[in-house]
């Protein structure tokens, strides 16, 4: 695959892309700072671009911003986020959007390199890569107990259903209802499962984390 790294870090962009040309794939560009990997990304069209949250010049969120930017532009390049810290405001605010082609990573999972490089063809396929760590958090962040079991069974099956990627139309059809009970069946879900009514998160997406998670 074709590969865009984005890290003000020179030692890591240095041993990403000698580890990727090692397993064959092709970094076209390295960059340092989000204006940089926004030129690049628009000049050379990557199957996947590589992201530090936090990069120059305050070192926040402009790396955040910059995957956003690229999701929103350029949706069929995949972006993979990397960051030093479990930060679960980051990881909500992605999950806020569609979540195919998608991965948000620990550095500390690049030294796992098998799984890192599933991770990034998973990406690059569409999938979504969340590291365990965030994802507890996320999880943790969201209620203080678990009330899967408060779900009715046919609300466990809707559940169950869409986690493994399906629409509502997709569940009606599956289980020979209307698309309305289906509806009523998730709203019901997420309003048991007490997920926030906050546009920084998805709660279609949190509701299928903590399923799985389950």
């Known amino acids: 695959m ?3 790294l984005a890290d003000d870090s020179v030692l890591l962009r240095e041993g990403l ?9 092709e970094v076209v560009a390295a960059v340092g700072d989000a204006p940089a990997l926004l030129d ?3 000049h050379h069209r990557p199957d996947v671009a590589v992201i530090d949250v936090r990069m120059p010049p305050a070192h926040k969120d402009e790396g955040l911003r910059a995957a956003l930017e690229i999701r929103d532009r350029r949706p069929e390049v995949g972006v993979l986020v990397l960051s030093q810290y479990v930060e679960p405001h980051y990881a909500a605010r992605l999950l806020a959007g569609r979540t195919e082609g998608l991965g948000y990573l620990l550095k500390d999972r690049v030294s796992e390199v098998a799984d890192f490089l599933e991770s990034l ?3 690059r396929t569409g999938g979504t890569v969340f590291d365990p760590e965030v994802v507890r958090q996320l999880l943790a962040r969201t209620t203080h107990a678990d009330p899967l079991r408060t779900l009715s069974p046919r609300e466990g099956e809707v559940l169950r259903h869409l986690a493994q990627g399906l629409t509502n139309a997709a569940v009606a059809e599956r289980l020979h209802v209307s698309l309305s009970t289906v509806e009523k069946h998730v ?3 997420m309003d048991k499962l007490d997920l926030p009514r906050d ?6 997406v949190l509701a299928i984390l903590r399923y799985l998670d389950s």
Do not use: F, K, M, W
Request: glycine share 8%; hydrophobic share 35%; proline share 4%.
């Open 2 to 4: 074709r590969v865009i």
């Open 17 to 25: 892309t000698r580890l990727l040309d090692d397993a064959g794939h």
């Open 40 to 42: 690049a990304v628009e």
């Open 121 to 123: 063809e998973r990406v």
């Open 187 to 189: 709203n019901a879900i």
């Open 199 to 204: 546009p920084g998160y998805s709660r279609r």
